[in-house]
């Protein structure tokens, strides 16, 4: 049975157990297991998990965990939720990831968000996009437009989707669709709930 996607709005600025109303699902949602050093960052290859064994597994490419206290170059890689944020052009080619879900037949509310620092100077381009996966299927790519050159922070778009499903699993994966010369592709503060 295929899910149904319902995109909901904009806001600028694997589970071992089924979901019930309200509870999020997400194991790991604002990236912060495992914890870092308020100055680093954490490269991840294909096959790598982040958030313990029922967390999110990189499929493709690489990516980066960081911390939200990160400056570099006179930019502050702030998190949008907790201390950390996970950073999908790690590589040559767009990171990956993925988490599977138990499942009860009903409609969920996934929110995520996706950060951009924009500068001409370095390697950050005026956008960052994300394009959301469900069961391999691709729903859309979510965009974040960053002010213009000479705002120092990373700033966030909030997206929130509902999904109807009947089917026992649903993987959610996302995948960093900046171009390669872009080095920054933010995502944070994942929340996957049963709506009431």
């Known amino acids: 049975m295929k899910s149904t996607v319902f995109a909901l709005g904009l806001l600028a600025a694997a589970a071992a157990r089924p979901a019930f109303a309200g509870q999020d699902i997400v194991n790991d949602g604002s990236f912060e297991d495992p914890k870092l050093a308020t100055c680093c960052q954490h490269t991840f290859t294909k096959g790598d998990t ?3 064994e029922k967390g999110w597994t990189v499929t493709a490419g690489r990516v980066v965990l960081t911390s939200g206290a990160m400056v570099k170059g006179g930019y502050t890689f702030l998190a ?3 201390n950390q944020w996970l950073h999908l052009a790690g590589g040559p080619k767009p990171g990956r990831i993925e988490q599977t879900f138990k499942m ?3 409609t969920y509310t996934l929110r995520f968000n996706v950060g951009s620092v924009f ?3 370095r390697k950050y381009g005026s956008s960052s996009s994300v394009i959301l996966l469900v069961d391999g299927s691709p729903t859309g790519t ?3 437009t ?3 050159d000479g705002h120092n922070k990373q700033q966030w778009s909030n997206f929130t989707l509902r999904i109807s499903t009947g089917n026992p699993r649903i993987t959610l994966a996302f995948v960093g669709a900046d171009p390669k ?6 995502l944070d503060d994942i929340s996957f709930n049963r709506s009431f």
């Not at 010369?181 to 933010?186: A, H, L, P, S, V």
């Open 119 to 121: 500068s001409k100077k």
């Open 80 to 82: 949008h939720e907790g």
């Open 50 to 52: 982040m958030g313990g």
């Open 104 to 106: 009860e037949q009903g």
């Open 181 to 186: 010369e872009d080095t920054d592709c933010g």
């Open 146 to 148: 960053a002010a213009d």
């Open 142 to 144: 979510y965009t974040t």
